[in-house]
T-cell receptor, first 115, second 110 residues
Framework: DAGVTQSPTHLIKTRGQQVTLRCSPKSGHDTVSWYQQALGQGPQFIFQYYEEEERQRGNFPDRFSGHQFPNYSSELNVNALWLGDSALYLC??????????????FGPGTRLTVT | ELKVEQNPLFLSMQEGKNYTIYCNYS?????LYWYRQDPGKSLESLFVLLSNGAVKQEGRLMASLDTKARLSTLHITAAVHDLSATYFC??????????FGAGTRLTVKP
């Protein structure tokens, strides 16, 4: 059973460019969340997708957008990249089943460097 | 807005010693998670704590949750070098929006 996968592993972009990161959830999971983790800090919640809709959003500008596909995979798009967008981007998947033993499983991450 | 505070942020321990990492949070939540992260790696789930008084143990690590005090602890017993990593607590805020602490960077020395 494959866990959460992300691509690419590493990416280098220039300021002002746009980037798309991809995530495939763990088998059986229907919800994907994205996090940004700057060096030396804890992950910051960007947004969550469920049933192809953005369900929740953290304190990130509109430059950050996403999409979820019918097979539950997801993309994170960042426009007009800033140097400050350099970080590890983590995708986490879960099964949205109300209250209970809810748990998110994290992918290996995409390391984005903006120069 | 939910704030999650961990302390200490840096912890250097001798092998064989015991220590506790603390996680305080500012608003009501009854779901708390502990994760481990090795350098350059993703997050590995350690514990999921779902109710007041919950206690879970795995090997040399034990986690507990006091929802009334808004406090969780991660206790390390007889530390070994392999436990060196960064440990994060995360609190479920507004139904599946997880808020993380800043992390505790643990180094276990021989």
């Amino acid at each position: 059973d494959a866990g959460v996968t992300q691509s690419p592993t590493h990416l280098i972009k220039t300021r002002g460019q746009q980037v798309t990161l991809r995530c495939s959830p763990k088998s059986g999971h229907d919800t994907v969340s994205w996090y940004q983790q700057a060096l030396g800090q804890g992950p910051q919640f960007i947004f969550q997708y469920y049933e192809e809709e953005e369900r929740q959003r953290g304190n990130f500008p509109d430059r950050f957008s996403g999409h979820q596909f019918p097979n539950y995979s997801s993309e994170l798009n960042v426009n007009a990249l800033w140097l400050g967008d350099s970080a590890l981007y983590l995708c986490a998947s879960s099964l949205l089943s109300g209250r209970g033993a809810y748990e998110q499983y994290f992918g290996p991450g995409t390391r984005l460097t903006v120069t | 807005e939910l704030k999650v505070e961990q302390n200490p942020l840096f912890l250097s321990m001798q092998e064989g010693k015991n220590y506790t990492i603390y996680c305080n949070y500012s608003t009501t939540s009854d779901r708390l998670y502990w994760y481990r992260q090795d350098p350059g790696k993703s997050l590995e789930s350690l514990f999921v704590l779902l109710s007041n008084g919950a206690v879970k143990q795995e090997g040399r690590l034990m986690a507990s949750l006091d929802t009334k005090a808004r406090l969780s602890t991660l206790h390390i017993t007889a530390a070994v070098h392999d436990l060196s990593a960064t440990y994060f607590c995360a609190v479920d805020y507004n139904n599946n929006d997880m808020r993380f602490g800043a992390g505790t960077r643990l180094t276990v020395k021989p």
